[in-house]
């Protein structure tokens, strides 16, 4: 988090839209990038996260969705 603070990223909001995206991933396409460490998602200068190294991607069936979609 240093980093993000050195860099002028508002740590909150960093927070907020990882959370927002990893939500998504998961509940709206069915996704979700299975190896989500410091290395592998980068804070862009300008708010946006970039993730990278996708060789561990995981797709949820519609039997575990299904329920998980009613709580979105």
Request: charged share 20%.
């Amino acid at each position: 988090m240093q980093g993000i603070k050195e860099a002028g990223i508002d740590v909150e909001a960093f927070i907020t839209i990882g959370v927002s995206a990893a939500l998504r991933q998961l509940l709206e396409f069915g996704l979700f990038h299975g190896d989500p460490h410091p290395g592998n998602i980068f804070a862009m200068r300008d708010g946006r996260i970039a993730y990278v190294d996708f060789g561990n991607v995981a797709e949820l069936s519609q039997v575990i969705s299904t329920p998980c979609l009613k709580h979105y």
